[in-house]
């Protein structure tokens, strides 16, 4: 475990900080105090490392059916906090297997501010921005053949659906933060912002609740099911019985995954399968409630909801062990959260839409849920409609 003072970035240069939902009022004026990042290698649990860093920098996060207390320019303002898909994997007691394409970047990060006055880089004019091509993690054929893959599986009964991701990595020279920035100026980039940290960079434009905490009231707001953005695409996807059974499917598994931390009889469902809009495409979006159980802490939140089972699949175990046989490469930046904390307050996106930068090279992730109607094709077409957006706005179009 390492714990970092606070730093400036080496290989890449600063910007003022922009992290997904922190207070829109603070975001100019914000500046670090103390960081704690940590690898899977460094052993322990991730969940209670964070709720301990962030009690002992003054924002203890133990009992989140606490009144948020009322918000000040003096002291801690909150934190961010970005957990990974492997971090989140290893916490629901399933360890990832796949080789990460991102070792820089760690699996678990919380970054303390204070109200201060944030500093942006100095200096002469930037290096051209250049994005080269982006090479795959694999091929649409072997796309393809893991959606047999896992169509098979459901035919045996070993998972009900799981959720494939694919990678992609493209060679930069420039300063690639500006670029991770506009990724969330996207339309509909609820969670749209950027970390970063010594040698690494994530560019959020997710539009997904991963989990939501105030006041001791839990949200979670699980997206699946896609369709262009045109009057045809809505219609279909409001008549596809293929894209509803997934996706209550998973709301199923979110209601479940809120019953074990929320009081009693308190879950319900509300706009089950609301069509809203991202970018260029329809997305089917449901809202799970409950109040949380008394004494309900950050860590407890975490390995309640961690990794989000719209990016997993259903039975959640079964699911994680076959995306850790099919998969090529480790998930990165991508499928786990990332927000902002602060006492009685928890808000968390979960990292779909989000693209990483490491010192020579920028990452892509895009997939979706696969059921035993999903067609091969269709899923390999619909992972890249997904990430043609954040291609694009990453070089700059």
């Not at 900080?17 to 960081?35: N, Y």
């Not at 709720?51 to 003054?58: K, S, T, V």
């Not at 909150?78 to 994997?89: F, H, Q, T, V």
């Not at 269709?378 to 694009?392: C, F, G, H, Y």
Request: glycine share 12%; hydrophobic share 40%; proline share 7%.
């Amino acid at each position: 475990m390492r714990k970092v003072g606070p730093y400036g970035v080496e290989t890449l240069p600063q910007v003022l900080v922009d992290v997904p939902a922190a207070p829109a009022a603070c975001r100019g004026v914000l500046t670090e105090r103390a960081r704690l990042q940590w690898r899977l290698g460094d052993g322990g649990d991730p969940a209670a490392l964070a709720e301990e860093f962030l009690a002992a920098h003054g924002l203890p996060l133990h009992d989140l059916t606490r009144p948020a207390p009322a918000h000040h320019d003096t002291g801690a303002c909150g934190a961010a906090l970005y957990l990974s898909a492997a971090a989140g994997a290893d916490l629901a007691g399933v360890p990832t297997t796949a080789p990460e394409p991102t070792p820089a970047l760690p699996d678990l990060t919380v970054v303390v501010y204070d109200h201060g006055h944030a500093r942006a880089t100095s200096g002469g004019p930037p290096a051209p921005w250049w994005l080269g091509e982006w090479t795959e993690s694999w091929t649409p054929r072997q796309h393809a053949d893991a959606v047999d893959a896992v169509r098979a599986a459901i035919g045996r009964g070993d998972v009900y659906q799981t959720n494939l991701v694919g990678h992609a990595v493209a060679r930069y020279t420039g300063d690639p933060l500006p670029a991770l920035s506009r990724l969330g100026a996207l339309p509909g980039a609820r969670y749209g912002g950027v970390l970063t940290g010594d040698g690494w960079a994530i560019g959020c434009a997710s539009p997904e609740t991963l989990v939501e905490v105030t006041d001791g009231h839990l949200i979670t707001r699980p997206i699946k099911g896609t369709r262009p953005a045109t009057a045809a695409g809505r219609r279909e996807l409001l008549e596809s019985a293929k894209e509803r059974a997934e996706h209550v499917m998973i709301v199923d598994l979110e209601r479940n995954d809120l019953a074990r931390i929320a009081r009693t009889g308190t879950v319900r469902v509300d706009d089950l399968f609301a069509v809203r809009r991202w970018c260029d495409l329809w997305q089917a979006e449901s809202t799970v409630r409950a109040a949380a159980a008394d004494g309900l802490g950050l860590a407890d939140l975490l390995r309640a909801t961690c990794p989000g089972g719209s990016v997993t699949g259903a039975p959640k175990h079964a699911a994680l062990t076959q995306i850790s046989a099919l998969e090529p490469v480790g998930r990165g930046a991508s499928m786990g959260a990332l927000g902002w904390v602060a006492p009685g307050r928890v808000d968390l996106g979960l990292t779909i839409r989000t693209a990483a930068a490491d010192a020579e090279s920028l990452h892509t992730w895009a997939g979706g849920g696969i059921t035993w109607d999903s067609d091969p094709d269709a899923e390999v077409a619909e992972a890249a409609a997904k990430t043609a957006p954040i291609r694009a706005t990453l070089a700059g179009r």
